[in-house]
Each structure stands twice: as C-alpha cells, then as structure tokens.
C-alpha cells in the first residue's frame, strides 16, 4: 500500500508545448514540434531542395544520354562508307523510349514545382481551355442542392461582406474561384492541399493587412469568415482523404481508448471529485464537448468545441481544489475525458484542424493553448505504459488482456490506491451510484417477498372462511335441531265453526 501511494503523476513541461525553434509559438507533434510557420519554412526549405535535387538529376541523365547517343552514332558513322546513306544505329532506336521516358519524368516534375503556384499566379485567372471546362462543372457543394448548413453559411458570409463593400466582393470572388480551383484538383496530396489552403489564407491576410493599415483583429474577423466560407464547401474533399491513413490512425486510437476502459482517476492523479454534483455536471460538459467536435465542419468550431471542453476541466478542477487549476492539473485531466469520452476519429480532427485551420489561432492564444495539450494528450494515451500509471509492468499486463481489473485487488480486498468504502466511491462515482441502485432494489426486494406472503395468507383464509362458516353452521343445527309443532286450534275459532 506503501508503493501505491507514490504516485508519480503526469507532467508536461510547458516549454515542451512551445516551438522546438524557440520562436515563441505554439508547436504541434504533427509538424514535428514546429509551429505553423516554422513548420512551412521548413517544409518548403525541404521542398525546393528535392525539386533542385530533381532537376540536377534530371539534367544528368539528359547529358549522359546525349553523351551516350552522341558515342554511338560517331562509331556507327566512322564504320560506314563515306558514300552510303546514313542508316539509323540499333542503339539510337533503343535510346527513343528512354528518352521519352526523361520527357516524361521532367514534365512530371515540372506539374508538380508549379502545382501550388497556379492557385495565385496571374495566369491562373486565364487558365486552358480544358481547366475551364472543369471550373465551369458545377460541384457538389456549389449546386443549387446545397445543404441547409451550406446556404446559411453562404448568407451569412455575404451579409458579412457588404460593410466592407468592394473589398467585400473581391473577397468573395477570390474565395470562390479558390473553391473551384480545390475541386478541381484530384491528385493533390493532402499536405499538398494543406499547403495550396494555407497559401491562401496568407495571401488574402496580406491583402487585408494593406486594406486595414495594420489593424490585426479586423483582418482576424475577415479571415474567420473566409474561413468558414470555404472549409464548409472543402470539408467532404479534405477531412480525412483516402490518400492518408488517418482512418488507420482512428481506428487504431479508439481500439487504444478501449483497451484502457479499466484506467482509472487516481491512477491518472487527476484532481477532481465527481461525487461534488458541479463537478460531476463539468466532466460530463467537457465529455459532450469534446464528442461534438466531430459534428462541426469548420477547423475553428472544431477548435472552439476543444476550448469549451477544456474550460469545464479547469471550472471542474477549481471547484474540487477550492482554488485556481494549474497547467499540471489540466493535462492529467483532460487524458482522463478522453478516455472516458473515446472521441470519434479524433486523429483526423485532429489532423484536419491542423492542416486547414487558420495559422494564427493554433500559433497563439488560448485555442492554441488547448489544441496543443490535446496533441499531447493523445500522444500520451498512445504511449501509456505501466510507469505512467505507476504500476507493474504485470499489473498493466494483466488489466490490457482482460484477466484482472483493478476495480478489486483480489489479494486484500480493498481498491488499488485505496483502503476504505469511501475510496471505492472516490475512485468510480459511477459504480457507487450502481451500488447504490443495487442496494435500493434488493430493499424493493425484500418488501415485495413481504407484501407476496401476506397476499398469499390472505388468500388462504379467504378460502377457509367459507369452509369455517358452513362448519359452524352444521355444528349449530346438529346442536340445536329444527322441531316443527303441530297447530293448535283455539277454542274460539272451534265454536264459530259449530255455529
């Protein structure tokens, strides 16, 4: 009992959520530790460097196979008479393929340099004949059979634009062609649409900044709105494409969340009380919170769902503790909600929110805040180990595959971490409510087998009174026998009947 009050607890230092850069910024395990913008830099620097080391091994192969075909048809011509025709050599028509192949790889390469580049170039407002053609398909979300949620977000975003008059309509054209540019592009990777999107968003926050003079929230409201205009048609095309494995990595998560049903909120050294009824109204908040976060189409409402969730942590944490929640309280806490919540496909939510949402909200401020420590969060259910719950590698063992639950230490009878009723109801709110309901309807129980055998006495001296009172009744006649006298004539009536 000794060991098991050790408990080491779950820390995260908060310099480990920043930028692995040091810039200051929120960072993210799914750039590496980066922030956005770091991560961009990085991911472009890396980039351009594999596009030059394509081309300088595109050139290579071009000059060895000029060089090649330079050697042959020197040997075939030197062979030959000076007066013959030249013939073509074997291996200059074996060369044909192969330097087809050359052009093909290099026109490839060169699709690919210019692929982000086309959604911002000036040419791109003139673009082929053939992509005309496709931008000019009406798609899914474009056609008149848009979704309610579509049309209203429609609305409201040109409701939006009309204070800012013609800005407001090249806002809205730019978004739309943005649009009909995204669907139209089916080969992207989904890094590669992330990056097309967030080449975007900066290229319309720049415009702003020049359009508000430096005025940061107005733009932020705008890009809020652009946001929401074009990820509510983009959602069906980018949340969780079948070019990754982000259905893999939810699948593989919720068999994970499931897997550790058994953990429970002192092994987390969680600081919360479930049994106060705030409390217990604040975690299940922050449960429906975090399992609404599926529900919304937009990163920023996504990300808004994670806020709220965390908000009824730290609102559940300080009601327990009686004074302010610290940032060691809060992640311990928040592992412990998705546990018991198992959020549907929180990878790619998580995944989506960091390829799509605005770079400024996740870099900063409280959304990033909370965005992070849900990375963290997940990161840590996927390297739970017996340490981090501070028990035996055999303990843990035993509770994944099934053979025992810490619910009940069978050796002692008392609950790991624990060692009086009490505990037990600390421990599992839920189960001691269970208990409780068992306990009330043995009660019922007992009462029914009560009333049960009294109806049945009942009934039975209902069916034995008949039998009592006919008895009683032939006892009194045996006893007391009817006698019938003869009549008696009185002297009277005698003589009016001699008369």
């Given at each position: 009992?000794?060991?098991?009050?050790?408990?080491?607890?779950?820390?995260?230092?908060?310099?480990?959520?920043?930028?692995?850069?040091?810039?200051?910024?929120?960072?993210?395990?799914?750039?590496?530790?980066?922030?956005?913008?770091?991560?961009?830099?990085?991911?472009?620097?890396?980039?351009?460097?594999?596009?030059?080391?394509?081309?300088?091994?595109?050139?290579?192969?071009?000059?060895?196979?000029?060089?090649?075909?330079?050697?042959?048809?020197?040997?075939?011509?030197?062979?030959?008479?000076?007066?013959?025709?030249?013939?073509?050599?074997?291996?200059?028509?074996?060369?044909?393929?192969?330097?087809?192949?050359?052009?093909?790889?290099?026109?490839?390469?060169?699709?690919?340099?210019t692929?982000?580049?086309?959604?911002?170039?000036?040419?791109?407002?003139t673009?082929?004949?053939?992509?005309?053609?496709?931008?000019?398909?009406?798609?899914?979300s474009?056609?008149?059979?848009?979704?309610?949620?579509?049309d209203?977000?429609?609305?409201?975003?040109?409701?939006?634009?009309?204070?800012?008059?013609?800005?407001?309509?090249?806002?809205?054209?730019?978004?739309?062609?943005?649009?009909?540019?995204?669907?139209?592009?089916?080969?992207?990777?989904?890094?590669?649409?992330?990056e097309?999107?967030?080449?975007?968003?900066q290229?319309?926050?720049?415009?702003?900044?020049?359009?508000?003079?430096?005025?940061?929230?107005?733009?932020?409201?705008?890009?809020?709105?652009?946001?929401?205009?074009?990820?509510t048609?983009?959602?069906?095309?980018?949340?969780?494409?079948?070019?990754?494995?982000?259905?893999?990595?939810?699948?593989?998560?919720?068999?994970?969340?499931?897997?550790?049903?058994?953990?429970?909120?002192?092994m987390?050294?969680?600081?919360?009380?479930?049994?106060?009824?705030?409390?217990?109204?604040?975690?299940?908040?922050?449960?429906?919170d975090?399992?609404?976060?599926?529900?919304?189409?937009?990163?920023?409402?996504?990300?808004t769902?994670?806020?709220?969730?965390?908000?009824?942590?730290?609102?559940?944490?300080?009601?327990?503790?009686?004074?302010?929640?610290?940032?060691?309280?809060?992640?311990?806490?928040?592992?412990?909600?998705?546990?018991?919540?198992?959020?549907?496909?929180?990878?790619?939510?998580?995944?989506?929110?960091?390829?799509?949402?605005?770079?400024?909200?996740?870099?900063?401020?409280?959304?990033g805040?909370?965005?992070?420590?849900?990375?963290?969060?997940?990161?840590?259910?996927?390297?739970?180990?017996a340490?981090?719950?501070?028990?035996?590698?055999?303990?843990?063992?035993?509770y994944?595959?099934?053979?025992?639950?810490?619910?009940?230490?069978?050796?002692?009878?008392?609950?790991?971490?624990?060692?009086?009723?009490?505990?037990?109801?600390?421990?599992?709110?839920?189960?001691?409510?269970?208990?409780?309901?068992?306990?009330l309807?043995?009660?019922?129980?007992?009462r029914?087998?009560?009333?049960?055998?009294?109806?049945?006495?009942?009934?039975?001296?209902?069916?034995?009174?008949?039998?009592?009172?006919?008895?009683?009744?032939?006892?009194?006649?045996?006893?007391?026998?009817?006698?019938?006298?003869?009549?008696?004539?009185?002297?009277?009536?005698?003589?009016?009947?001699?008369?």
């Amino acid at each position: 009992m000794s060991q098991r009050t050790e408990r080491r607890g779950i820390h995260v230092d908060q310099s480990d959520l920043l930028c692995k850069k040091g810039c200051g910024y929120y960072g993210n395990a799914a750039w590496q530790g980066l922030c956005s913008k770091c991560w961009r830099e990085e991911y472009q620097r890396v980039r351009q460097k594999q596009i030059q080391d394509d081309w300088a091994l595109a050139e290579k192969l071009q000059r060895e196979e000029e060089a090649a075909y330079a050697s042959s048809h020197g040997a075939q011509t030197q062979s030959q008479p000076q007066s013959a025709a030249p013939q073509p050599h074997p291996g200059h028509a074996s060369l044909g393929p192969f330097s087809k192949f050359e052009e093909k790889k290099t026109n490839e390469k060169t699709r690919k340099v210019t692929t982000v580049k086309k959604f911002f170039s000036p040419s791109s407002r003139t673009a082929p004949k053939k992509d005309s053609q496709e931008g000019r398909t009406p798609s899914p979300s474009l056609s008149r059979h848009a979704s309610f949620e579509t049309d209203q977000v429609s609305k409201d975003f040109m409701d939006f634009l009309k204070n800012l008059q013609k800005p407001g309509r090249e806002i809205h054209k730019q978004s739309r062609a943005f649009i009909v540019n995204m669907l139209s592009k089916k080969d992207l990777s989904a890094d590669e649409l992330s990056e097309c999107v967030q080449d975007f968003y900066q290229n319309m926050a720049d415009r702003l900044m020049s359009h508000f003079k430096g005025s940061s929230e107005s733009v932020e409201q705008v890009m809020d709105q652009v946001e929401k205009f074009i990820m509510t048609r983009l959602y069906k095309s980018v949340f969780c494409p079948e070019t990754t494995d982000d259905e893999k990595k939810d699948l593989a998560t919720q068999k994970r969340i499931r897997a550790l049903h058994w953990v429970t909120i002192q092994m987390l050294c969680v600081s919360m009380d479930e049994e106060i009824p705030e409390v217990s109204e604040n975690v299940v908040k922050a449960i429906t919170d975090i399992i609404e976060m599926d529900s919304k189409r937009v990163p920023r409402d996504k990300l808004t769902c994670i806020t709220s969730c965390s908000k009824q942590i730290f609102s559940a944490i300080r009601t327990t503790k009686n004074e302010p929640a610290s940032a060691d309280d809060f992640l311990p806490a928040l592992i412990y909600i998705v546990l018991k919540a198992n959020p549907p496909r929180l990878q790619s939510n998580i995944q989506y929110i960091t390829r799509f949402c605005n770079p400024s909200r996740l870099m900063t401020g409280e959304d990033g805040y909370y965005f992070t420590n849900l990375c963290c969060a997940a990161a840590f259910i996927e390297k739970l180990d017996a340490q981090s719950l501070n028990l035996s590698p055999e303990e843990f063992e035993r509770y994944m595959s099934g053979q025992a639950s810490p619910r009940i230490n069978s050796s002692d009878g008392e609950w790991p971490g624990a060692g009086t009723a009490q505990d037990v109801a600390a421990t599992n709110p839920v189960l001691a409510q269970l208990n409780h309901n068992l306990e009330l309807l043995s009660g019922l129980s007992s009462r029914q087998e009560s009333v049960m055998e009294a109806a049945q006495s009942l009934q039975a001296d209902l069916l034995a009174w008949p039998v009592a009172v006919q008895k009683e009744v032939h006892d009194i006649l045996e006893k007391y026998p009817l006698e019938i006298l003869p009549r008696k004539v009185s002297a009277i009536r005698c003589q009016q009947h001699g008369q």
